[in-house]
C-alpha cells in the first residue's frame, strides 16, 4: 500500500491542527478557572458554612464566599462597607474573597 506525498502531508496538517485547538482549549480553560475581580459593598450577615467556607451577603444581594481564611472572616463587621479583593471562578461560579479594606479607611 502506497500513499503519496500529499495525503500524508494533508492527514499530518490535520492532526497538528486539531492537537493545537486542543491546547489553546485546554489553556483557555485554566485561564477561565480563576478571574480577578474587585467588588465593594454593605456587608448585611455573614455565616460560617464548614471549617473552610464562609460566606459575606452584601446589601445589593450579592455573596461572597471566604476559603480557608478565618482570621479575614472575623475581621470584617456586619452593616460596614468594604473594597473586597475578589477571585471569580468560572467554573462554580462563586466569588472567593482574599482581600477586604474598610471603605473609610480608603
Not at 46 to 61: F, M, Q, R, Y
Not at 84 to 103: L, M, R, S
Amino acid at each position: 500500500m502506497k500513499t503519496d506525498i500529499f495525503t500524508l502531508t494533508f492527514v499530518l496538517a490535520i492532526a497538528v491542527s486539531v492537537i493545537a485547538v486542543g491546547i489553546i482549549f485546554l489553556v483557555a480553560q485554566n485561564n477561565l478557572t480563576d478571574i480577578p475581580s474587585t467588588e465593594r459593598g454593605l456587608i448585611v450577615s455573614k455565616t460560617v458554612v464548614n471549617a473552610n467556607d464562609s460566606i459575606i451577603e452584601l446589601s445589593d444581594g450579592k455573596t461572597l464566599h471566604i476559603l480557608n481564611n478565618t482570621p479575614l472572616y472575623l475581621s470584617l463587621q456586619e452593616n460596614q462597607s468594604y473594597i473586597f479583593g475578589c477571585i471569580f471562578n468560572y467554573n462554580t461560579k462563586t466569588t472567593i474573597v482574599k482581600t477586604a479594606q474598610n471603605e473609610t479607611t480608603s
